[in-house]
């Protein structure tokens, strides 16, 4: 198998260059060094994803990047990538990620609050604009546009 060693350079770089830039702490293991053959091993055990490329869609080995917070294995490049774009980082590298607000219609951001939660202030707005329609003929909320939150796990 020959690995394109320059891709897994540019991945790596790709890596700690996103995780410097969003102030994440991590320590690199390079497993080519000589003396890293208990992590080399560790990193193939633990490691779900094995990475393929074009040149090698059957590794028999995972590739490097594979992340990992201390022995909990978190993905490869490619789930790193992905968690990157969408703005979930903190989630895939299993850190403490930062708390989901809701914000009313006001605009007025409110605690962290549990999909439960959210679901039934959504039923009770809906209950509101259902009562002052039937006393006024119209919907209160016309023209109004409401801001859902999301939660993140």
Do not use: W
């Not at 830039?21 to 080519?32: F, L, M, P, R």
């Not at 978190?74 to 789930?79: K, V």
Request: aromatic share 4%; proline share 5%.
């Amino acid at each position: 198998m020959i690995l394109d060693g320059n891709l897994v350079k540019k991945r790596q770089q790709r890596v700690t260059m996103i995780m410097d830039s969003k102030h994440i702490e991590y320590t690199v293991i390079d497993i080519t060094e000589p003396g890293q053959e208990a992590e080399k091993d560790f990193m193939q055990t633990n490691a779900q994803h094995k990475g393929c490329t074009i040149s090698d869609p059957n590794p028999r080995h995972a590739l490097p990047p594979q992340l990992f917070n201390d022995t909990e294995y978190c993905g490869d490049y490619d789930d790193f990538d992905m968690a990157n774009e969408v703005d979930n980082l903190e989630v895939f590298l299993k850190l403490a990620a930062p708390a989901p607000e809701l914000e009313h219609k006001n605009g007025d951001e409110t605690a962290p609050a549990t999909a439960d939660a959210a679901a039934a202030a959504e039923d009770e707005d809906e209950n509101k604009e259902n009562k002052t329609e039937d006393n006024n003929g119209a919907a209160a909320g016309d023209g109004a546009e409401v801001a859902e939150g999301t939660n993140e796990v």
